[in-house]
């Protein structure tokens, strides 16, 4: 069974910045995508960021232009660069990592931006 595990989280300043890091405990192969989801308060997950096979990329409407989403190459970790952040951002972020073999789930990590 493979974890992922998300740090980087915490409370921040409208305007500022924070790096979602989110690592497998394990080598996985065949990953078709890496994403991160974001469930504000009250309602359901939705998809923020998405980092396909080859350059493609797909983010929301909302964080387009203030979050990057990007792999690092040597290891099994996405991560999630938010800057601008503002208080509609605050919520629980999830990575997901996805193959034909499925989805593997991070917990979520909180993420609380203050006005």
């Known amino acids: 069974q493979v974890q992922l595990e998300e740090s980087g989280g915490g409370l921040v300043q409208a305007g500022g910045s924070l790096r979602l890091s989110c690592t497998a405990s394990?080598?996985?192969?065949?990953?078709?995508?890496m994403a991160w989801f974001h469930q504000a308060p009250g309602k359901q997950r939705e998809l923020v960021a998405l980092?396909?096979?080859?350059?493609?990329?797909n983010y929301a409407e909302s964080v387009k232009g203030r979050f990057t989403i990007s792999r690092a190459k040597s290891a099994n970790t996405v991560y999630l660069q938010m800057n601008s952040l503002k208080s509609e951002d605050t919520g629980v972020y999830y990575c997901r990592l996805s193959g034909a073999w499925g989805d593997y789930w991070g917990q979520g990590i909180q993420v609380t931006v203050s006005s």
């Open positions: 394990r080598s996985i192969p065949n990953i078709n995508n």
């Open positions: 980092l396909g096979s080859g350059t493609r990329l």
